[in-house]
């Protein structure tokens, strides 16, 4: 078994932009620059925006973290994106999920300009990725794409069965391992809550990537020998064995599934670093275009 170490991967690949930003300065142009939308003051919103905020100062960006009460209107929302998307110093934008039940999420992703939108939302930019067109790929299925690069992990004719198929995960991850492209060319699966036989399908599976958000959900009988294991999950649980007295928990059962994979992320330093990295990747790709 291999770890796919996502914390010193993130690392790597942050020294990496940090080297580019040194690039841009020494030609005489702006730091990039990162914009955060925070609304209301959710505690696990507010760790993950602290998380990019601090991201960029580390590799040299601008941020700018725009805090709003979460009593404000769906219309006023939209005109700070509006103000955001006309701000010329401001290279990228996310606006942090989930928004108040009161705004329609949907509306507010189609208000950010899609060649400030880092976070990859936009249905311009989800078309443009189903289509292979290089866009702002969303930043937790990118982390997972960046990994399997990095490790060499062959995907080609494999079998990719995703669990989970929310827009933000699941849905972009089973589009981008059917792609024409390494990593890619995958036979993909897409399973969800009214999936039947999920236990069988898994048993088929050559890559497994488990985003459903249920603790240690995928046991070791659903993973066949040698299958690369790639864990999306973050559930906070009690603990008595740490200080705060709560632990992070993935939906892999990460002791018993480990033996039996070939690669497998582990929880936490797997997914959750790659995506901060890929963030920052995508805000510099806003700075410097795409590749075409
Ligand atoms: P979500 O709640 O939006 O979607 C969950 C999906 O799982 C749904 O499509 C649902 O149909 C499916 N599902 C639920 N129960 C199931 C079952 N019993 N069998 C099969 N499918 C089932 O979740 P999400 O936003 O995609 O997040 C999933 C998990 O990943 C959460 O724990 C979340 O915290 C974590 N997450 C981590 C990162 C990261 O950076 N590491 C980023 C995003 C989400």
């Keep these: 078994m291999q770890l796919l170490d996502g914390k010193q991967t993130s690392q790597d690949i942050q020294q990496e932009i940090?080297?580019?930003v040194e690039h841009i300065l020494k030609e005489?142009?702006?730091?990039?620059?990162?914009?955060?939308?925070?609304?209301?003051?959710?505690?696990?919103?507010?760790?993950?925006?602290?998380?990019?905020?601090?991201?960029?100062?580390?590799?040299?960006?601008d941020s700018t973290l725009i805090r709003l009460d979460d009593s404000i209107s769906q219309e006023?929302?939209?005109?700070?994106?509006?103000?955001?998307?006309?701000?010329?110093?401001?290279?990228?934008?996310?606006v942090q999920l989930p928004l108040p039940a009161h705004i329609d999420e949907l509306s507010v992703t189609k208000a950010i300009y899609p060649l400030k939108d880092v976070d990859g939302f936009h249905p311009e930019n989800v078309g443009k990725m189903?289509?292979?067109?290089?866009?702002?790929?969303?930043?937790?299925?990118?982390?997972?794409?960046?990994?399997?690069?990095r490790?060499?992990?062959?995907?080609?004719?494999?079998?990719?069965?995703?669990?989970?198929?929310?827009?933000?995960v699941g849905l972009p991850m089973s589009i981008l391992m059917a792609r024409n492209s390494y990593p890619g060319n995958c036979t993909v699966t897409l399973t969800h809550s009214r999936t039947k036989n999920l236990k069988e399908i898994c048993q088929s599976a050559d890559i497994l990537i488990v985003a459903l958000g249920r603790p240690e959900y995928l046991t070791e009988d659903m993973v066949k020998e040698g299958a690369t294991v790639i864990d999306v999950g973050i559930t906070r649980v009690k603990s008595d064995k740490t200080k705060s007295g709560w632990k992070l928990k993935g939906d892999v059962d990460?002791?018993?599934?480990?033996?039996?994979?070939?690669?497998?992320?582990?929880?936490?330093?797997?997914?959750?670093?790659?995506?901060?990295?890929?963030?920052?990747?995508?805000?510099?790709?806003?700075?410097?275009?795409?590749?075409?």
Excluded: W
């Design 254 to 292: 990460y002791t018993a599934v480990a033996d039996k994979s070939s690669f497998i992320t582990p929880v936490p330093g797997g997914v959750g670093p790659m995506t901060i990295a890929m963030l920052l990747k995508n805000t510099l790709t806003a700075v410097n275009g795409f590749d075409v």
């Design 130 to 149: 189903t289509l292979n067109i290089p866009t702002f790929l969303p930043a937790t299925p990118a982390g997972i794409i960046e990994l399997i690069k």
């Design 18 to 20: 940090a080297v580019q």
């Design 76 to 94: 006023n929302l939209i005109a700070e994106v509006e103000k955001i998307n006309q701000n010329d110093n401001i290279d990228g934008l996310i």
């Design 28 to 61: 005489g142009k702006k730091k990039p620059h990162l914009a955060a939308i925070l609304v209301g003051n959710d505690g696990a919103s507010e760790t993950y925006v602290g998380a990019k905020v601090r991201a960029c100062e580390k590799v040299g960006f």
């Design 151 to 168: 490790y060499k992990i062959e995907t080609e004719g494999k079998h990719c069965v995703v669990i989970g198929r929310s827009n933000i």
